[in-house]
């Protein structure tokens, strides 16, 4: 059962902006965890930026003060704000929610630990 989907993605110049949105299904609005991955091809799928239920966020270090993760509980949306994109952004980015990791904090969450994936959007940064 499809539990996440994303939307948002397509081709932009460096320097310029997207935001990808993940709509939430109710199996998965009682995540401890919520976030974005990504994954470029032939390289191994990465975390970009998690939210907690309390709130914290974390981010990459490549992202950190270009990206913002956010969510609005109303209307069960994850989103991401990706600004000052660089071509090194480009990769398939999905949605993602666990409630099996310690913390949620990028460097605790691996892929194997999540619960449910979205099934991904294309994001491309073109120089």
């Known amino acids: 059962q499809v539990q996440l989907v994303e939307s948002g993605g397509g081709s932009v110049q460096a320097g310029g902006s997207l935001r990808l949105s993940c709509a939430v299904s109710?199996?998965?609005?009682?995540?401890?965890?919520m976030g974005w991955f990504r994954q470029a091809p032939g390289k191994e799928r990465e975390g970009v930026a998690f939210?907690?239920?309390?709130?914290?966020?974390s981010y990459a270090d490549s992202v950190k003060g270009r990206f913002a993760i956010s969510e609005d509980n109303a209307k069960n949306t994850l989103y991401l704000q990706m600004n000052s994109l660089k071509p090194e952004d480009t990769g398939m980015y999905y949605c993602a929610a666990t409630s099996f990791v310690p913390y949620c904090r990028v460097s605790y969450w691996s892929p194997l630990r999540t619960y449910s994936w979205g099934q991904g959007t294309q994001v491309t940064v073109s120089s």
């Open positions: 109710i199996y998965t609005n009682n995540m401890a965890c």
């Open positions: 939210i907690s239920s309390d709130g914290s966020t």
